[in-house]
């Protein structure tokens, strides 16, 4: 079992950076992959970026490529998201997600949910 729980959300003006965390229990953290995924109100939730089990290997979609960073460190069992140059279309509900095995940017093969954090963007 792994719990996650989501910290960092905010209001930001257009232009500005946030830096969402997720922390993780369990002792097992290092050999999940992990993802960050959002849904805006009225959307569907999509993938935002996702990073391999020993932090070598990177994904991002590509509305965010270029503006928001994922890393991890795994001594802290903890994933990071830094948003930069933040739009008023990434305003969203921001999920972290942990799955056994390889990347996918398909939320039903993650196991494992936080709550999620609300990030707003004002214009």
């Known amino acids: 079992q792994v719990q996650l729980v989501e910290s960092g959300g905010g209001l930001v003006q257009a232009g500005g950076s946030l830096r969402l965390s997720c922390a993780a229990s369990?002792?097992?953290?290092?050999?999940?992959?992990m993802g960050w995924f959002r849904q805006a109100p009225g959307k569907e939730r999509e993938f935002v970026a996702a990073?391999?089990?020993?932090?070598?290997?990177?994904y991002y979609a590509d509305s965010v490529k270029g503006r928001f960073t994922i890393s991890r460190d795994n001594a802290k069992n903890t994933v990071y998201l830094q948003m930069s140059s933040l739009k008023p279309e990434d305003t969203a509900v921001y999920y972290c997600?942990?799955?056994?095995?390889?990347?996918?940017?398909?939320?039903?093969?993650?196991?494992?949910w936080g709550q999620g954090t609300q990030v707003t963007v004002s214009s």
């Open positions: 369990g002792r097992t953290f290092e050999t999940y992959t």
């Open positions: 990073i391999s089990w020993g932090g070598s290997s990177t």
């Open positions: 997600a942990a799955k056994k095995g390889v990347y996918s940017d398909y939320e039903k093969m993650y196991d494992y």
